[in-house]
Each structure stands twice: as C-alpha cells, then as structure tokens.
C-alpha cells in the first residue's frame, strides 16, 4: 500500500520538475514509511527515500520502516547538506505547512546551491483518499472507541466531574487496544457544552444537563472521532428542541452526503436546515472534515470549501448548536464514502438525548 503512496509523491516530484523533495511534518513521514518517532527528515528522490534523524531513533527507524535507508545525522543541516551531494539534488520542494521558517532559513544559509520549492498542501491532497489498509485501521479504532464510550456510559451517574470521565474513557480506550486516543477528549455539561471545543473540568455532571462527550481512539496511527450529547435526565426544554433540530441536520446529512456532491451546498444544505430551524447564530464551526493520521484532514467541509467529495475520502459530519450559558449539542459521525455508497462507520446510537 505504502508502495501506491510513494507513487503519488513522485508524481508531485515529476509534475513540479524537481529533484527530490524534503518532508519534515511527522504525520507526512508516517504515511509514506511507517516511522513515527518525534524527530525525522524524510527525503524523496526519484531514486529511493532516505530518512534523516539521530542516534535516539535509528533503531527505532530501522524497524518501522523497510525498503528506505535510514541514515544517522547529528546537525540536519550538514546531513542534508551531505545527501544532497551525493544524490546530485539541485531543486528540492518542501512541505512547507510543517517546515518552520527558522528551518528554511537554517536550509538556505547552508545549501546556498539547492533551489527550495514549497509543496503547499499537495501531500495532504494524496491522503484525502484512503487505501483498504488505512480503511482497516480506522474502522478498528472507531470499534475500540465504540466498546469503551458504552462501557463509560454504563456507570456514568450525576455527581461525577468532567475529567473523571474523560479519564475513565481515556484509559478505557487504552484497555481496549489503543494507542491512544486521538485528542484530548473532550466532556463539557451544562453550560460549559456551549463551548465547541471545551476541555474537562473539576466541574460536576448534574442532572437535567446537556453533557457533549467527544473522544476518538487511535489505532496503528490513525484516528476515530465521534461526538454523543446525553442528558443524565430530563432536560431544558430549549435543549431538547435543540437536540431534535442538530438530529435531524445529522440525518439529513447522512442521507444526502454523497462521491460528486459539492463539499460547499453539502455545508450550506446542512447549516440551512439548522438556520431555517431558528439555529443559525449558534451554530458556527464547519460541519465536518477528514480524518486518518490526523484526526482533522482536507478536506474541511465548512462555507469556503472547494472541490466536491471523492471516492475513499473518510469524513466526519458534526452538525451543533451552541447556546451561551444555557447549554451545547453536537452529534458527530465518520462516513466511508465510496462509489456507489456513503458507509457509516460509526455505530453508537445517536437520535435519543435522555439517558437515565
């Protein structure tokens, strides 16, 4: 699979009219060799890849990686500079969303006869479409997630604070085979879930509010991400009314997201229905993005988006609404999209807000 990858990249190394290209954004590293230490060059040329880093990770390369020379360097500069030479690289592109500007400028000063291009998003754009292999992973981690979110929930009680629970899916998700999980799970109630992206606090779950749980595992390095909002009782009216309404725009998403819709009337179509509904001010992120290595990938569903959707892309759908000191309801779900079909990968039952 990772054969297919590398491919695409030298592609990009044929189209732009380069000699090889330098990649220093982890995430890009990972996808292309299977290394995912803290600390990495990887270099593409037409003739092989070579990964730059230092003596804490060689071995650690040695064995993630296979069919790459993995070359020791103390100062990236004089390695690059080294390789360069012997591999007779003259114009080199960069990825220049993960280069620094304290990098590029280090790379100019010391390889004052190499010619930098920047990459712009054009790795990213590959990881869009996913292969079976990275299909397999996530669907494991969105399982593993799946497992532990139910057991969680299962002995979620008012009294509890939001790190309590966010700890115990967290660990949860470890104990069930994660590696981790994907970002930092996210628990807000009450007035806090008014906070799109809230972190957990010391603040206790009473009931009768609003709580949005959003988590993801991540599983041989890629990423699930979900979001249930529950009440622990019965709720605000408001809520409720709010919860039917971010319902029915997941469903109606669901129902219409489709391979050649455009990625800008998916949004509006969805942001319509909560505008229509009385919503719209309180709803104000996109309604989705890609996911894979990193739990947020192109492409961005949001107003600005270009493009249409794709065969093999993985995206979430989130529609929410957020209500300052009253509440917030979010409700998350990862789609498959492929040609003839759009699979819903996640499975925990979303359309019910009461839960006890």
């Not at 080199?92 to 291009?117: A, E, P, R």
């Not at 997630?145 to 969680?152: H, I, M, P, Q, S």
Request: glycine share 10%; with cysteine; charged share 25%.
């Amino acid at each position: 699979m990772r054969d297919n990858r590398v491919a695409a990249v030298l592609n990009i190394i044929e189209d732009m009219d380069l000699d090889a290209c330098v990649l220093r954004g982890m995430e890009n590293i990972f996808y292309l060799t299977g290394y995912r230490g803290s600390e990495g060059t990887l270099v593409v040329t037409r003739k092989g890849l070579f990964l730059l880093t230092d003596f804490r990770y060689i071995t650690y390369a040695r064995e993630a990686t296979k069919g790459i020379e993995v070359v020791e360097i103390k100062l990236l500069k004089h390695g690059l500079l080294e390789l360069c030479k012997k591999q007779g690289i003259k114009k080199m592109g960069f990825d220049s969303f993960h280069t620094t500007f304290n990098i590029y400028q280090i790379w100019k000063d010391t390889l004052q006869d190499i010619l930098f291009v920047p990459l712009g998003n054009r790795i990213e754009e590959i990881r869009k479409y996913k292969d079976q292999e990275e299909i397999e992973s996530i669907n494991e981690a969105v399982r593993i997630a799946t497992g532990a979110y139910l057991e969680v929930l299962a002995r979620l009680r008012p009294g509890k604070t939001e790190k309590e629970v966010a700890n115990d899916l967290d660990f949860t998700m470890r104990r069930f085979g994660a590696n981790c999980p994907s970002f930092d799970t996210i628990v807000a109630s009450g007035p806090r879930a008014a906070l799109p992206h809230a972190e957990p606090t010391d603040k206790v779950i009473v009931e009768g509010e609003t709580v949005i749980i959003d988590f993801g595992a991540q599983v041989n390095g890629y990423c699930s991400d979900e979001t249930c909002t529950i009440s622990l009782g019965r709720t605000n009216g408001k809520m409720e009314e709010a919860f039917s309404v971010v319902n029915n725009a997941r469903m109606l998403a669901l129902a219409n997201i489709k391979v050649g819709l455009s990625i800008r009337e998916f949004d509006g179509m969805v942001r319509g229905f909560i505008k229509d509904a009385g919503y719209g001010d309180f709803f104000g992120h996109g309604v989705g993005h890609g996911v894979g290595i990193a739990v947020h990938e192109a492409p961005a569903i949001n107003s600005s988006s270009e493009g249409v959707f794709e065969e093999n892309m993985v995206v979430t759908i989130e529609p929410g609404i957020y209500i300052p000191d009253l509440g917030g309801v979010r409700l998350e779900d990862m789609v498959h999209l492929t040609a003839h079909e759009a699979k819903i990968m996640t499975k925990i039952r979303k359309d019910t807000l009461r839960r006890i």
